[in-house]
């Protein structure tokens, strides 16, 4: 089959390797309908994580089950299915506890950007949907694997509640999955941090209510003047850098949140500056699979269209440009069709 | 009067100084009925705070209300007051979003060891109780000013609920004051991290169900033994170090909750470990006046007794002893009459 090869830093190609096969009795095989390309993969891209060797890529799929393990018992061949990006069995206490990505059987999906997909512990991993979607809803509830997921999940850990003041650091993918979010969550305000012209389209599409085009100190100013002088109830961090997260944090009105999904790279937080700051904060790799069944109603519903992030569409063999397009910021996300 | 100045690390001294006046109409003056060393004054008197003049100590207090100012409407004198710290005038946003810490106008008390007290926006500050309190019970009301209110505070910044298990990093007046709120606020299980076997005992008959003598990693590893694997729903940091902040971070579970409220000293948090925690993390200097009418309701009803922290009562002219005696931790907590 097709799958996507990273070799080196800027060097992504399309190569045939052998098909996956079930491994344990708990996997699925699945056929990608469509997968994408991440703004984390741009770590790898731009060899601000290091490449040692040639591996797969891709760790956001939707697609139909083509085969299952002699345990899997909730999926089955036949059914469309959307996956996290991170496995989890969603039995153990961390998935009990609604943090599935920190599951003690988690693996971080990948090897998607690929025609088959071998997804480990599929029970806990994957959710069908009803039926076949139609094929417009398809790039919809491709960004719930990852993008729409991480976006929920940041204005989530910042506690966005009905009548919030929001601030959304970042516009990429995720930081504009966030501002739906936020929509959706109930907040009143959404001042989304952008200075992109189609990013702040599309924000605003997605429901913020004020673009913020300043950064660093003027931009907090700026947020503070929009916030009767103390700053937002909940901020997403959806970049990463310490930049972002001072942003973020400086944002945050006291005894605010700042929930941070922005794999961070270099970031160091003074522990004095959190302590008087009063503001909360918490992380990480979304648990996706614990919002999965509702995202999946809301998209199938037509109440939310995260689908739209993508604005480059390619057939999987022309990954490498879709690597490129995003590098360049000439598309905000691409979707690959195999 | 007579109050306590600290002249360089390790020489405090009582001295002669004129009594407070009322300098703004929403001032109050009160008679000191008791005050205290906290942990937080060795900062100084270790000389980890630079001391670079003479200045007066003391941030808690409890006494009667003996002179206000034109604007001050919700005490009077006569009454016996408990106040904050941190004073507050309980009416802008932040007050009104329970961070009466971080209130606009907010001051920190400094010249608490002393027979006479200023306080300002004392309607926000202060709260009276219904009547004269008992004697035995102006210990415990007392410490309502701080350590209390900030143990309380590190559980509810913790989010400790009913059947959680919670861990104590600290054995200080504030971790013991920890222990006391995470029981009522219903903890099923709350392990103290200490080694003095007086702290132990006192923290036992506070509500611990465990003792984990052991720290760093051994700590650690010990915690998740007593948790299957996991870590604790909540913990609470009361120290202010980095051991004692990783110490924290590592005995908790993904999803669960860190309240740091031991003032940082050279702590700086790594953003990838954090994020991959999936932690949660609140601190600051607590809004004692949130919780003071509660914490002074069980105080008078007998349900807590966070008094017993006082484990060495001076009158106020031998404040140097109380220090020492605190320095060298042959006290945990030293309580001065004027």
Redesign the interface.
């Known amino acids: 089959m097709r799958a996507t090869i990273i070799h080196k830093p800027g060097d992504i190609r399309i190569e045939d390797v052998p098909e996956p096969k079930i491994l344990r009795p708990t996997d699925a095989i699945i056929r990608t309908a469509a997968t994408c390309v991440c703004g984390s993969d741009l770590w790898d891209y731009r060899g601000i994580n290091p490449v040692d060797e040639p591996h797969p890529m891709g760790h956001e799929y939707v697609g139909v089950v083509e085969e299952v393990g002699g345990e899997v018992t909730s999926v089955k061949p036949g059914q469309f299915v959307v996956g996290s990006f991170a496995t989890s069995d969603n039995t153990c206490?961390?998935c009990r506890?609604?943090?599935q990505?920190?599951c003690?059987h988690r693996e971080f999906m990948s090897t998607c950007q690929a025609e088959y997909i071998r997804v480990p512990t599929a029970d806990g991993t994957l959710v069908a949907t009803p039926d076949q979607p139609a094929d417009d809803l398809i790039p919809s509830l491709l960004t719930l694997s990852d993008v729409m997921g991480t976006g929920w999940y940041a204005a989530v850990?910042a506690e966005v509640q009905p009548g919030s003041t929001v601030v959304v650091v970042g516009d990429g993918a995720v930081g504009l999955s966030g501002v739906i979010a936020a929509k959706e969550l109930g907040a009143e305000r959404v001042i989304a941090m952008s200075r992109h012209a189609s990013r702040q389209k599309l924000a605003t599409e997605f429901g913020a209510t004020d673009i913020v085009t300043e950064r660093g100190d003027e931009g907090i100013a700026r947020v503070k003047e929009l916030t009767?002088?103390?700053g937002a109830d909940s901020v997403l961090e959806c970049v990463?850098t310490?930049e972002s997260?001072l942003q973020a944090l400086r944002s945050t009105?006291?005894?605010g949140n700042v929930g941070?999904v922005g794999?961070?790279?270099?970031?160091?937080?003074?522990?004095?500056e959190?302590?008087?700051?009063?503001?909360?904060?918490?992380?990480?790799?979304a648990?996706v699979r614990r919002f999965l069944p509702d995202l999946i109603d809301r998209v199938l519903d037509g109440r939310i269209d995260p689908g739209k992030v993508f604005d480059l569409t390619l057939p999987l063999d022309e990954v490498a440009e879709g690597y490129r397009a995003m590098d360049e910021r000439r598309a905000i996300k691409a979707l690959l069709r195999p």
Chains 1, 2 share one sequence.
């Not at 794999?263 to 004095?272: F, K, L, S, T």
């Not at 959190?274 to 790799?285: K, Y």
């Open positions: 206490p961390n506890n609604g943090y990505s920190s003690v850990a009767g002088g103390i990463g310490q997260m009105r006291p005894g941070f794999v961070p790279h270099g970031v160091a937080i003074d522990g004095q959190l302590f008087f700051s009063h503001v909360g904060l918490r992380g990480g790799p648990p």
